[in-house]
């Protein structure tokens, strides 16, 4: 029972609130926001040209200020001492750069986890849920394996309602191998006894025509994750212009830096929007393997330790499926098997 003395006091804040609600109306102003929203320039030490700077680095809101690099921001601001004291701001403002907390809190936070389901049952319980907001799902596989086919069932999920396994939230499909078929969309989205015209409408698209392109898209997407609603980011393929831009040894140690680059691009979109990131990889025959699968999934570690969770897609007899997950924190090391046909990705 809640004790009396809070119940009065809650009932005082919401007349005060109330008051100064019909204040506001008299005044002939809106409705009260229910939350502050701060800009850049109510840093401490940020004006207009300093924030016009930092935006023009990528750095639009609040939160990517108290969540960014002392020494990424010094870039910009010409000093890591100015960097870290507006981070400081910034983490103060919204209330957040919480250093400790108890394992109880990790819990309650993670409590509030949405999971988009694939539409798939079999998959749904290999991951316990679907695909998790907060984190990143890469989905590994040889040609025709899938990948591309779960994005787009991906795109449709999310924008069911919460009891129909969605988000009620729509998809950002970021395109780097020409591979996306809206007609695709309208058939899974038909399927499923959603209007296909609305959800086509709900599905932002940018194609990226090579790796830089890739990672100003997903820059740029920080703009509209919340004005519309996304809550899943696909990236097909991740990796493909990395690859193909930088080939051989020589230019490796160059590649996944930036491939490094990306993936923490995409982590802080994760953590700071609470939307589910969903990537494609591809998989490379490893040459020095001689016994056991001399199958590895591409991006090296960088890859493997930037994805939250992985699995592995596979080619079964009579085009069945099969996914795995691999090196998952949370998940055991098992197996489930689906099918792709008309309607989609579907359990067999
Ligand atoms: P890649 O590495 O080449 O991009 P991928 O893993 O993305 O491969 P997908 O394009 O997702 O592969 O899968 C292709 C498979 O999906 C094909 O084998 C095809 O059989 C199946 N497929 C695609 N469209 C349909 C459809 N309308 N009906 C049934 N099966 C389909
Ligand atoms: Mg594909």
């Given at each position: 029972?809640?004790?009396?003395k809070?119940?009065?006091?809650?009932?005082?804040?919401?007349?005060?609130?109330?008051?100064?609600?019909?204040?506001?109306?008299?005044?002939?102003l809106?409705?009260?926001?229910?939350?502050?929203?701060?800009?850049?320039?109510?840093?401490?030490?940020?004006?207009?040209?300093?924030?016009?700077?930092?935006?023009?680095?990528?750095?639009?809101?609040?939160?990517?200020?108290?969540?960014?690099?002392?020494?990424?921001?010094?870039?910009?601001?010409?000093?890591?001492?100015?960097?870290?004291?507006?981070?400081?701001?910034a983490?103060?403002?919204?209330?957040?750069?919480?250093?400790?907390?108890?394992?109880?809190?990790?819990?309650?936070?993670?409590?509030?986890?949405?999971?988009?389901?694939?539409?798939?049952?079999?998959?749904?319980?290999l991951?316990?849920?679907?695909?998790?907001?907060?984190?990143?799902?890469?989905?590994?596989?040889?040609?025709?394996a899938?990948k591309?086919?779960?994005?787009?069932?991906?795109?449709?999920?999310?924008?069911?309602?919460?009891?129909?396994?969605?988000?009620?939230?729509?998809a950002?499909?970021?395109?780097?191998?020409g591979?996306?078929?809206?007609?695709?969309?309208?058939?899974i989205?038909?399927?499923?006894?959603?209007?296909?015209?609305?959800?086509?409408?709900?599905?932002?698209?940018?194609?990226?025509?090579?790796?830089?392109?890739?990672?100003?898209?997903?820059?740029?997407?920080?703009?509209?994750?919340?004005k519309?609603?996304?809550?899943?980011?696909?990236v097909?393929?991740?990796?493909?212009?990395?690859?193909?831009?930088?080939?051989?040894?020589?230019?490796?140690?160059?590649?996944?830096?930036?491939?490094?680059?990306h993936?923490?691009?995409?982590?802080r979109?994760?953590?700071?929007?609470?939307?589910?990131?969903?990537?494609?990889?591809?998989?490379?025959?490893?040459?020095?393997?001689?016994?056991?699968?001399?199958?590895?999934?591409?991006?090296?570690?960088?890859?493997?330790?930037?994805?939250?969770?992985?699995?592995?897609?596979?080619?079964?007899?009579?085009?069945?499926?099969?996914?795995?997950?691999i090196?998952?924190?949370?998940?055991?090391e098992?197996?489930?098997?689906?099918?792709?046909?008309?309607?989609?990705?579907?359990?067999?």
């Amino acid at each position: 029972m809640m004790p009396r003395k809070s119940k009065e006091h809650a009932k005082s804040v919401s007349e005060e609130l109330e008051k100064e609600y019909e204040n506001m109306l008299d005044q002939g102003l809106e409705e009260p926001a229910l939350s502050v929203s701060y800009e850049l320039e109510d840093l401490e030490g940020v004006g207009r040209i300093t924030a016009d700077k930092l935006r023009k680095a990528g750095f639009y809101s609040l939160k990517d200020i108290a969540y960014a690099s002392a020494h990424e921001l010094a870039e910009v601001l010409g000093s890591e001492d100015r960097a870290l004291a507006i981070i400081r701001s910034a983490q103060r403002l919204i209330g957040g750069g919480k250093m400790f907390m108890t394992a109880k809190e990790v819990y309650e936070r993670r409590q509030k986890i949405a999971y988009i389901s694939t539409g798939v049952k079999a998959l749904d319980a290999l991951l316990e849920g679907g695909i998790e907001t907060g984190a990143i799902t890469e989905f590994i596989g040889e040609f025709g394996a899938g990948k591309t086919q779960i994005c787009h069932q991906l795109a449709v999920m999310v924008q069911l309602p919460k009891e129909s396994g969605g988000l009620g939230a729509k998809a950002l499909y970021v395109d780097a191998e020409g591979t996306f078929r809206p007609e695709r969309i309208a058939q899974i989205a038909q399927h499923r006894g959603v209007d296909p015209e609305s959800v086509l409408s709900n599905v932002i698209y940018a194609r990226a025509y090579n790796s830089d392109h890739q990672m100003l898209i997903v820059d740029e997407a920080k703009k509209l994750i919340e004005k519309e609603n996304v809550k899943l980011l696909i990236v097909d393929s991740l990796i493909s212009h990395f690859r193909s831009e930088y080939p051989g040894r020589e230019n490796l140690a160059a590649r996944q830096q930036k491939l490094n680059r990306h993936i923490s691009q995409l982590l802080r979109l994760a953590s700071l929007y609470d939307i589910a990131i969903v990537v494609t990889n591809q998989v490379l025959a490893a040459p020095d393997v001689f016994f056991g699968n001399p199958l590895r999934p591409a991006g090296g570690n960088i890859m493997a330790h930037g994805c939250t969770y992985r699995i592995w897609l596979r080619k079964g007899k009579e085009g069945k499926r099969i996914a795995r997950i691999i090196d998952s924190p949370k998940h055991a090391e098992k197996e489930a098997a689906f099918q792709i046909a008309e309607e989609g990705v579907i359990d067999l």
